[in-house]
């Protein structure tokens, strides 16, 4: 059974850099059927999808449009983690973040969009 | 304002059939797969349905998914009070190269 684990500041201040962890038990950040997820949600966004990293022979990323100058999103090999950074933070980024996995078929394909998810940390950007 | 537009809420009594629309675009629903989540209060969303019209296991076959060109439907039958809750739904979008959400739909069950 997959489990997501997340840890992180629930505070940060506006301009700071928001930095979340995601320890994954039952599968690996490097397994080349998996794509692993950052999500946020907030009032006024809703669902809002960040990003993600992959392994395909070499590490991959894709981060939204919205977020793509201030995001970076990494792996930890030696513990099984994957972690989130989002600098120039002001108050819009107030969200629940989320970790969250995509699992793909044999052949390459998407099959199973966010079929694991994090139990969620709320981050509030605030002096 | 997302990219894939749901009614925001929708209802319906114990044992009735309700459906939840979720219209898009060529470039997301018209191209690719849609997933349904189920969302209750406090908790991370669930996975109800993938590729368009598959239940994980352990989902009960009451919630089922279809898809129709650019448009997709979430279908609930014989309601049941357990069923209050948020529901999204979410597609690849190729023009974004990203994945886009719903803004949900809050079922209420009467």
């Known amino acids: 059974q997959v489990q997501l684990q997340q840890s992180g500041p629930g505070l940060v201040k506006p301009s700071q850099t928001l930095s979340l962890t995601c320890a994954i038990s039952g599968d690996s950040v490097s397994s080349i059927r998996t794509a692993w997820n950052w999500i946020r949600q907030s009032p006024s966004r809703g669902l809002e999808w960040l990003g993600r990293?992959?392994?395909?022979?070499?590490?991959?990323?894709d981060y939204a449009v919205s977020v793509k100058s201030r995001i970076a999103i990494t792996p930890d090999t030696s513990k099984n983690q994957f972690s989130l950074h989002l600098k120039s933070v002001t108050p819009e980024d107030t969200a629940v973040y989320y970790c969250a996995r995509v699992a793909y078929d044999t052949t390459g394909h998407l099959e199973r969009l966010f079929d694991y998810w994090g139990q969620g940390i709320l981050v509030t950007v605030s002096s | 304002q997302s990219v894939m537009t749901q009614p925001p809420s929708a209802s319906g009594t114990p044992g009735q059939r309700v459906t939840i629309s979720c219209s898009g675009s060529?470039?997301?629903?018209?191209?690719?797969?849609v997933y349904w989540y189920q969302q209750l209060p406090g908790t991370a969303p669930k996975l109800l349905i993938y590729?368009?019209?598959q239940r994980p296991s352990g989902v009960p076959d009451r919630f089922s998914g279809s898809k129709s060109g650019t448009s997709a439907s979430l279908a609930i039958s014989g309601l049941r009070s357990e069923d209050e809750a948020n529901y999204y739904c979410?597609?690849?979008?190729?023009?974004?190269?990203?994945?886009?959400f719903g803004g949900g739909t809050k079922l209420t069950v009467l």
């Open positions: 060529s470039s997301n629903i018209g191209s690719n797969y």
């Open positions: 979410a597609s690849w979008d190729d023009s974004l190269s990203g994945v886009v």
């Open positions: 990293i992959y392994y395909r022979s070499k590490w991959g990323n």
């Open positions: 590729r368009s019209n």
